[in-house]
Nanobody, 125 residues
Framework: QLQLVESGGGLVQPGGSLTLSCAFSGFSLDYYPIGWFRQAPGKEREGISCISSTDGSISYADSAKGRFTMSRDNAKKTVYLRMNNLKPEDTGVYYC??????????????????WGQGTQVTVSS
C-alpha cells in the first residue's frame, strides 16, 4: 500500500525558511514519482515541484524556481522541500503525492492518485 506522510510545516516569518519532509512507503522512487503541491485558502491545489522516477530529474513550477529546492534521501525513503525567502502568499497546506506513471509531469492535481494528509505552512509576521 502506497503511503505518504508530510511533516515540517509551521509558522514562519516572511523571509524565513522551512524544510518539509515527505516520508513514503510501499513503493520505490525508482518506479513512482513524487510531487509537491500546495493549496492556499480559497484556491485550487497547485503543483510546486516533482521528481521523476525515470531519471531522477526534478522539475519546478515558476512560482518555486529560485526559492524552493526539492531533494531526496533514498535510504530514509524521504523527499524534502526546502523553502527559502518565504512570502505570505506561500501560506497553505502542502501535500506530497505520487502516481502510477514514472514521469512526474504534468504536475497537475488530477494526474496524481496517492496523497498524504498535508502539512500547514503559515507565513506571517
Amino acid at each position: 500500500q502506497l503511503q505518504l506522510v508530510e511533516s515540517g510545516g509551521g509558522l514562519v516569518q516572511p523571509g524565513g525558511s522551512l524544510t518539509l519532509s515527505c516520508a513514503f512507503s510501499g513503493f520505490s522512487l525508482d518506479y513512482y514519482p513524487i510531487g509537491w503541491f500546495r493549496q492556499a485558502p480559497g484556491k485550487e491545489r497547485e503543483g510546486i515541484s516533482c521528481i521523476s522516477s525515470t531519471d531522477g530529474s526534478i522539475s519546478y513550477a515558476d512560482s518555486a524556481k529560485g526559492r524552493f529546492t526539492m531533494s531526496r534521501d533514498n535510504a530514509k525513503k524521504t523527499v524534502y522541500l526546502r523553502m527559502n525567502n518565504l512570502k505570505p502568499e506561500d501560506t497553505g497546506v502542502y501535500y506530497c503525492a505520487s502516481r502510477g506513471i514514472r514521469l512526474c509531469v504534468p504536475l497537475i492535481e488530477d494526474e496524481y492518485d496517492y496523497w498524504g494528509q498535508g502539512t500547514q505552512v503559515t507565513v506571517s509576521s
